[in-house]
């Protein structure tokens, strides 16, 4: 009875983990997506959610899911969807202190220049 219940407590948590990933990213990073991809973000998030109840509905012997290969899923979804969105708060990091370095070079060979624009 234990087994069942650390499962269905992991993978409660694994499961609103992603919803809430995917929500952060679909908010935060929305204009990196082309549209289809902002609708399978979404169902994924949403489907996501919606099967907590089914992981809590049923009873011992007749499960809906097999605990350890839902918690597989869903981990590997969570670690697919967070190193993507590493990927993009780095890429957006680098961008922005490139973009301050060129502007600096700019102002300095305008300054040798004597002005000059």
């Not at 990196?32 to 609708?39: F, I, L, N, T």
Request: hydrophobic residues 45%; positive net charge.
């Amino acid at each position: 009875m234990t087994e069942f219940f650390v499962f269905d407590l992991l993978n409660t948590c694994l499961r609103v983990a992603v919803t809430l990933i995917v929500a952060y990213k679909l908010v935060e990073f929305y204009d990196d997506y082309k549209p289809a991809e902002r609708v399978g973000l979404a169902l994924m998030g949403s489907g996501s959610f919606l099967t907590v109840p089914p992981i809590w509905a049923y009873q011992v012997g007749q499960g809906v899911f097999d605990g350890w290969a839902v918690t597989v899923m869903t981990l590997g979804i969570i670690l697919m969807l967070f190193g993507r969105m590493s990927r993009h708060i780095r890429h957006r990091a680098n961008n922005a202190r490139h973009a301050a370095q060129m502007e600096r070079d700019i102002a300095e060979r305008r300054r040798a220049r004597g002005g000059e624009r």
